[in-house]
């Protein structure tokens, strides 16, 4: 039995059945989620949610990369911030502890899935939701404590929108995909304006100092 289900329908029902998704690779993954209460169907990635966008719209980037990959990044940045620990500001630490419950979430959804096929216990999809949880709430609250001073998304951390089923990691996929799509922009805009490096330098397109 899930105890903290972040898989479930628009009509709270957990109750689901899975369509087992069949790879080229021979990897088996879940292709459609159907709900035996109200029967609405979704692929699994489109898994409905409060506010906040699903799995598939906020992990499209750590998709793409892998979770290993996505683990690595986190994990250099982690050392990053060690080896500043008596310079690291506010945001470095917000930028970790996100990075650290988006890795979490997506995860413990992943798990989830692998639940549905019978091929995980409960006891390791439970353990792995109730980390999710945790760190996701302890993002939420890091948030509130400084006013949301560096979140980008578009709802609000005080909303009570965030109070439902799963709102708390729902609320870091928001925060991660605002992270995502700002690191976007700032790669575009290194490319074709000036900018300042890490020592505040400023240099050309091409990374000469000006």
Known sequence: ???????????????????????????????VLTCTLCGLAWEAGMTPTCPGPNYTQAYTTAETLGLVDEELELLLLAEYIKERSTAVNTREHRDLLLRQAAFLDWTAYGLELDWFLGQVGDETVNDSSSK???????????????????????????????????????????????????????????????????????????????
């Open 132 to 210: 999710a949880v945790l760190v996701a709430r302890e993002f939420l609250e890091f948030d509130n404590r400084h006013d949301a001073a560096y979140a980008h998304g578009p709802t609000r951390v005080t909303s009570p929108a965030w109070a439902c089923h799963g709102g708390t990691r729902a609320y870091v996929r928001q925060e991660y995909l605002a992270l995502r799509q700002t690191e976007e922009a700032e790669a575009d805009q290194e490319e074709y304006l000036p900018h300042r490096d890490s020592n505040g330098e400023l240099l050309d397109t091409e990374g000469r100092p000006l």
């Open 1 to 31: 039995m899930l105890l903290n289900p972040a898989i479930h329908c628009t009509c709270g029902a957990t109750d689901l059945v899975a369509v087992p998704l069949y790879r080229s690779d021979g990897s088996t993954g879940v292709a």
